[in-house]
């Protein structure tokens, strides 16, 4: 069974700034991680995943993750963020054997972005 | 486009009666899931399917049923609603295993 961590229930920046979102996770397979964004009264939006070959992936509007075995983890990045990127941001996972493929989420990051 | 449309957006129900939540996507996806947003919690999931005719149990499961009569359809069912059962629900649907996934808009539930 895989479990994910995101240890920052709320994360605040300014314009322009940089912004790290941390997701921890446990599994002992073959993994699937990605993450989603839920922009207020919305549903997720899929934004990026990993699961193999390059650690850092590339997303949409400027987000990137990068994976690391030896950590656990799969944090988000951007580096100058947009009040438009307020929101609430997922991590997930999922494995590669039998009904471990479903998608099990973090509890989310609200991200806040002052002008 | 390719969407999730869930009905209603918003229901308000009594404590005992019976609650149907739909689902319907046109994404042509093998796979429909449905999950729960509580604050604190994140997102749980309930029931999913691989296709018509077929439902599994998800992390939560008591005091909700599922049904799929079709690729595009995959309800919500909650027989004796209970105040507990106040939250929003998502249904979403991906292609197949570790695709990701496309979300609906949700509906929020009030159990009173």
């Known amino acids: 069974t895989q479990t994910v961590s995101q240890s920052d229930a709320h994360v605040t920046v300014f314009e322009g700034d940089s912004v790290e979102l941390r997701c921890n996770y446990s599994y002992g397979g073959s993994i699937y991680l990605s993450w989603y964004i839920q922009h207020h009264g919305h549903g997720l939006q899929f934004l990026l995943k990993y699961y193999s070959g390059n650690p850092v992936v590339q997303g949409v509007n400027g987000f990137e993750a990068e994976f690391s075995k030896s950590d656990s983890s799969f944090h988000l990045r951007k580096a100058s963020v947009h009040w438009s990127d307020s929101a609430v941001y997922f991590c997930?996972?999922?494995?590669?054997?039998?009904?471990?493929?479903?998608?099990?989420f973090g509890k989310g990051t609200l991200l806040t972005v002052t002008p | 486009e390719a969407a999730v449309t869930q009905s209603p957006r918003n229901k308000v129900a009594v404590t005992g009666g019976k609650v149907t939540l739909s689902c319907n996507q046109t994404n042509n996806h093998n796979n429909m899931y449905w999950y729960r947003q509580d604050t604190g919690h994140g997102l749980r999931l309930i029931h999913y399917s691989y296709g018509a005719g077929s439902t599994e149990k998800g992390d939560i499961p008591d005091g909700y049923k599922a049904s799929r009569p079709s690729q595009e359809n995959f309800s919500l069912i909650l027989e004796l609603a209970t105040p507990s059962q106040t939250s929003v629900y998502f249904c979403?649907?991906?292609?197949?295993?570790?695709?990701?996934?496309?979300f609906g808009s949700g509906t929020r539930l009030l159990v009173i």
């Open positions: 997930a996972v999922s494995g590669s054997g039998g009904s471990n493929y479903k998608l099990t």
């Open positions: 979403a649907s991906g292609a197949f295993k570790n695709s990701d996934y496309t």
